[in-house]
């Protein structure tokens, strides 16, 4: 019914066209969808994305059709590149800005061979030292959304690292406590549903935790990177989410969260829309 992350060709590691996906989230049923390319100021010339939004913006805009699209970006946000960002922000109209996490200690740990390298010079330790960098992100940082908070444990795994929530539940609360201090939102990245961990990032149960904190917003995104990803695990996830008693679900339109009432089974399901 809803998925918030999409990546279309306009971002580097993904394919396929605007069009494509709109097409494959309408057979797959979802009624809203948002675009969220990546706009990478770590490794990236700071300026190099700013011309992908502005088209991925006139894209989402002139869109007129049977579901509702939202204009997002995915910041990989670093505290020198504010006064830019600041500035990119009031030139490009989004309606929401999910923030990540991508690159710790110079390596990408969302790739399967600098997770390695990572794990190699850290070992255990690296999973601190992650969560760490997430909660000066979650400090400091200009976003909306939390993207995909536990990313780490996608390819941890595969170097004998397996990630244990519970190890770390103080650092995860920390950064819980800071997202539910700054009103912001959590998202459920369900592309872990299909990777290494078979678990979305962060997990229902990390999910638990938000809301029992005090936690009032939670997005879903398959983070699809090829139109058939699309929806991928969110309709799943939002089942689960009801059956836990979770029943709101949150867009966000020009910045600001919409609540969205979510009851019944999938394919019946009843959504009013809460301000």
């Known amino acids: 019914m809803i998925d918030l992350h999409i990546h279309t060709e306009l971002s580097p590691d993904a394919t396929g066209t605007f069009g494509q996906y709109v097409d494959s989230a309408i057979e797959h049923g979802l009624k809203i969808v948002g675009f969220t390319e990546h706009w990478d100021f770590d490794r990236f010339d700071p300026t190099c994305n ?8 006139d894209t989402c805009r002139k869109y007129c059709g049977p579901i509702e699209v939202l204009y997002g970006a995915e910041i990989g946000y670093h505290r020198i590149y504010e006064d830019y960002v600041t500035k990119c922000l009031d030139e490009v109209k989004l309606d929401f800005i999910l923030g990540s996490v991508h690159e710790v200690e110079g390596l990408m740990i969302a790739e399967v061979s600098e997770t390695g390298k990572f794990f190699e010079r850290f070992g255990k330790r690296g999973f601190q030292i992650y969560f760490e960098a997430i909660a000066n992100f979650a400090q400091d940082g200009i976003f909306d959304v939390l993207g995909h908070l536990d990313v780490i444990k996608r390819f941890s795994v595969l170097f004998d690292f397996p990630f244990r929530e519970e190890q770390y539940k103080t650092q995860i609360i920390e950064i819980l406590d800071i997202l539910v201090a700054r009103n912001k939102a959590l998202e459920i990245n369900t592309s872990g549903l299909r990777q290494p961990p078979g678990i979305s990032y962060p997990s229902l149960k990390v999910v638990r935790w938000f809301f029992e904190r005090g936690g009032k917003h939670v997005t879903i995104g398959s983070d699809s ?51």
């Not at 700013?50 to 913006?57: A, E, G, L, V």
């Not at 059956?243 to 019944?264: A, C, H, Q, S, W």
């Open 50 to 57: 700013f011309d992908i939004h502005r088209r991925s913006q």
């Open 225 to 275: 990177h090829e139109p058939a990803m699309v929806g991928r695990g969110c309709d799943e996830t939002i089942q689960d989410l009801i059956n836990m008693g979770i029943i709101d679900i949150t867009i966000f339109k020009e910045r600001y969260p919409v609540t969205l009432n979510v009851i019944g089974e999938p394919g019946r399901w009843v959504v009013r829309k809460l301000r």
